[in-house]
């Protein structure tokens, strides 16, 4: 498929100030959004990720265990949409997690800098779904993105995507920290989507810069509008140095403002997050929670 033509379709240009603008406004409007029923909306959209040097299959299982027995301790908060752990850890939350419908992530394909073969890549996602992975989130081939190399990089999507396609859910994580402009997080948003990606996901946490509302916008937007000339709706992910309340309030308000209330469920909006669960679950309640 050739993607430089199929990027032909879209204008490319992205401007700094309208960004700054609707960021601005999101702020603003974002403020109405810190109540209980914003937070539990955003809790159930959480990727609980734990993706430590230091995890281990018990802490893994301990942390599946919490997320499984959360109903008894929460029974008014919509459980979060998945776990996400590295691939070797797919099996020992899914052994815990058996048929509870809780989901599970794998970050798969030389996670987090896709520095790797394409057969490793592709062999550690095909394990990771063989495992169990219910969802894979990868990155983008980002140094290909920044030399240009747009057919390589989609190629490598498309393949990837096609072999887990159906029935599980790929994240493209685009690491926008890294992208030199707006323009560039854009285009590597509509690629993603074009080599068929079901999220388009900001950053791996592991890069200075992680995910900004800057970011999210132009992402937002890019999502927005790929469905228009496709029909096809894509979701989106914030991840990485998300960690209060109000962070997730205002990835709501972003996602509210620019793709609507549509977007606003577990199926089209995540949250990935190693620490704000509890910061949630605190606001929610209204005392300091630290159940995980
Ligand atoms: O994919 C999710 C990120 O790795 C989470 O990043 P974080 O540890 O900064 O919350």
């Known amino acids: ?6 990027l032909e379709n879209y204008n490319l240009g992205v401007s700094d100030s309208a960004i700054a603008a609707i960021v601005a406004k999101a702020k603003k409007n974002s403020t109405a959004n810190h109540n209980a029923d914003v937070y539990k909306l955003c809790y159930g959209c959480i990727d609980l990720t734990s993706l430590n040097v230091t995890d ?6 301990e942390l599946a265990r919490k997320a499984m027995d959360f109903g008894n301790h929460f029974p008014d908060i919509p459980n979060v949409a998945s776990l996400c752990v590295y691939p070797v850890f797919v099996e020992t939350a899914g052994v815990v997690l058996g048929d509870s419908g809780l989901r599970i992530t794998s970050v798969a394909g030389g996670f987090p ?4 073969y394409l057969e ?7 394990m990771a779904a063989e495992n169990g992975a219910d969802e894979i989130d990868m990155v983008m081939n980002v140094g290909q993105m920044l030399t240009g190399d747009y057919e390589l990089l989609a190629n490598e999507i498309e393949l990837i995507g096609g072999e887990i396609g159906g029935y599980i859910v790929l994240k493209v994580i685009i690491e ?3 992208l030199i402009n707006p323009s560039m997080v854009r285009t590597a948003s509509l690629l993603s989507m074009m080599a068929g990606a079901d ?3 900001t950053s791996t946490g592991k890069i200075p810069v992680a995910a900004t509302p800057e970011a999210a916008v132009v ?16 979701g989106f992910k914030a991840a990485g140095g998300i960690k209060t309340s109000e962070d997730a309030a205002l990835y709501y308000t972003i996602v509210k403002t620019v793709l609507g209330e549509e977007w606003l469920n577990p199926s089209l909006f995540r949250i990935g ?6 910061t949630l679950l605190s606001s929610i309640t209204g005392s300091e929670v630290k159940y995980f």
Do not use: H, P, W
Request: glycine fraction near 4%; charge should be positive; charged fraction near 25%.
């Open 113 to 116: 800098s896709s520095q790797t």
């Open 1 to 6: 498929m050739n993607y430089t033509n199929k």
């Open 120 to 126: 490793v890549k592709m062999l550690e996602i095909a």
């Open 176 to 178: 926008s920290g890294a």
């Open 273 to 278: 997050t190693s620490s704000a669960a509890n």
């Open 56 to 61: 281990s299959e018990s802490s893994i299982a």
């Open 199 to 201: 999220f388009v996901k």
């Open 219 to 234: 992402i937002c937007e890019a999502i927005r509008d790929y469905r228009e000339n496709t029909g096809r709706k894509v």
